[in-house]
Nanobody, 110 residues
Framework: VQLQASGGGLVQPGGSLRLSCATS????????VAWYRQAPGKEREFVAM???????NYADSVKGRFTGSRDNAKNTGYLQMNSLKPEDTAVYYC?????WGQGTLVTVSS
């Protein structure tokens, strides 16, 4: 299984970004999609998860601002990030089942 995360970039505080996690695996629909992030000098932390059934779970720090979703027909997971804050700056990683994608950098700065 290969994962390709994309959608990161530089955004001003209060702005939005949508991350995508595309996979080549045929078992995408059977697996949860999880998002993690790692800020400079900090450990990787959980951000959000979308179960195979579409249920979502979020870290307290992003509740109400981030929304996870998935499109099983496209084998792709998404993380819509709104009202971004400087403390959201990090490399964001997606995980499908046991497979990790490479990170995509999100920088929130004015």
């Amino acid at each position: 299984v290969q994962l390709q995360a994309s959608g990161g970039g530089l955004v001003q505080p209060g702005g939005s970004l949508r991350l995508s996690c595309a996979t080549s695996g045929s078992s995408f629909s059977l697996n949860a999609v999880a998002w993690y992030r790692q800020a400079p000098g900090k450990e990787r932390e959980f951000v959000a998860m979308i179960t195979s059934g579409g249920r979502t779970n979020y870290a307290d720090s992003v509740k109400g601002r981030f929304t996870g979703s998935r499109d099983n027909a496209k084998n792709t997971g998404y993380l819509q990030m709104n009202s971004l804050k400087p403390e959201d700056t990090a490399v964001y990683y997606c995980k499908v089942g046991l497979a990790w994608g490479q990170g995509t950098l999100v920088t929130v700065s004015s």
